[in-house]
């Protein structure tokens, strides 16, 4: 078992590079606006959401390379192209220019979302697949911390470079995960099911279980699944319908709790609560810290309340956060009145949402389609970023309060949270192939 914690987390350092790439923006957003002097419209068009349009297109076709090529490759391909982004957006000569290299990072942070909770889910079982998963959302938020931290250090060290500082210090990281993947196995239900290597992945198998005699069962089950499930069955058919539904519900109130929208325009957003420029980047150094601790606390329950408990637990705290924040800002109250809601809400999304996303999308598919599944549940979750952080920085100059932003995410969240009490099904302690079963109806 140590062994699959450790290959859990070397995979789960693209989730480090997924969420320091995503929010390493909001402490060049301002520097770039002022250099090359764009309007609300272009800055949220190109500079703040190319980025999240590449991250969709990654999603929606990440689950194909991951399918032909197999997990471990693409995760290298994903590590490169974080290095690639990292450097291109620091030697950036115009603003399509560092668009562009912000859309190649885009693409890994898509793909990535779609092949490493894969991975990690074939490799788990299912006593500890709730919390081995959850490492790549733990990972996710220590990456936004560190580029927090690591934006608030950069402030003031280069004059007017400051900003290229913070995009290029990614590549680092970006060229350690490359290196490190090597100590990594492929994927053994993929080397079962794609490239019919039994005998690899047996003993894969061999080091996952406790013992020969369950490893030999779990092949069984993976193959036996596989004939009940049929060989190339397409992911947009009726037998599919009840995880299609779940994973977009999911993804999309993910989104519309306005997580990335506060993650993006923190800065912004806590000037506008009253903070100073400087005061407002170290705010968002404790974003992150909150983020990370409410995470860890949803990683150590995710196995032990469910998954649904924690959504219930999540959505509450979303409700009441976002209406406090809305009053908050309606009502002019104090720089520290708005920033304690604001991270009541990092904390609500980091114990359900946060925790719950990766696992659940990458549970409830059938193994067969398992990769084009999360894709489908990762790309809808990048669709709806990307619309909210393209209308981002027009609304932020539109209505600078701020407070019917925060409105309409509260009242979204009723929603989300009347979608996990009707709708949303258990998977806590139950094997993949046993989740499957109920997903498409198999007895």
Known sequence: MNQVLRWSLLVALSGFLFGFDTVVISGANEPIKELWGTSG?????????MALWGTVIGALFGGRPSDAWGRKRTLWWIGLLFFISAVGSALA????????FRFIGGLAVGASSVTAPTYISEISNAKNRGRFVALYQFMLVFGILVAYISNYLLDGIGGDLDWRWMMGVEAIPALAFTIWLRQVPESPRWLALFKKDTNEAKAILSEIADTKEEADDLLIDILKAEKQSGKGTVLFSKKYKKPLMLAFLLAMFNQLSGINFILYYAPEILENAGFGGSESLLSTVAIGVTNLLFTIVGMSLIDLAGRKQ????????????????SYGFYTGASPLFNLTFILTFIASHAIGQGAVIWVFIAEIFPNNVRANGQAWGSGT?????????????????????????????SGFM??????????MPETKGRSLEDIEKEMVGED
């Open 93 to 100: 000569w115009d603003p399509y220019a560092f668009s562009f």
């Open 41 to 49: 419209w272009f800055h949220g068009t190109f500079i703040m959401s």
């Open 310 to 325: 924690l959504m219930i637990i999540g959505s509450i705290g979303y409700i009441l956060s976002l209406a406090m924040v």
């Open 414 to 423: 009723v929603l989300q949270l009347l979608f996990v009490i009707f709708l």
């Open 381 to 409: 979750h990048w669709v709806f970023a990307a619309l909210i952080t393209l209308f981002g920085a027009v609304v932020n100059d539109a209505f600078p309060s701020g407070w019917g932003i925060f409105a309409f995410f």
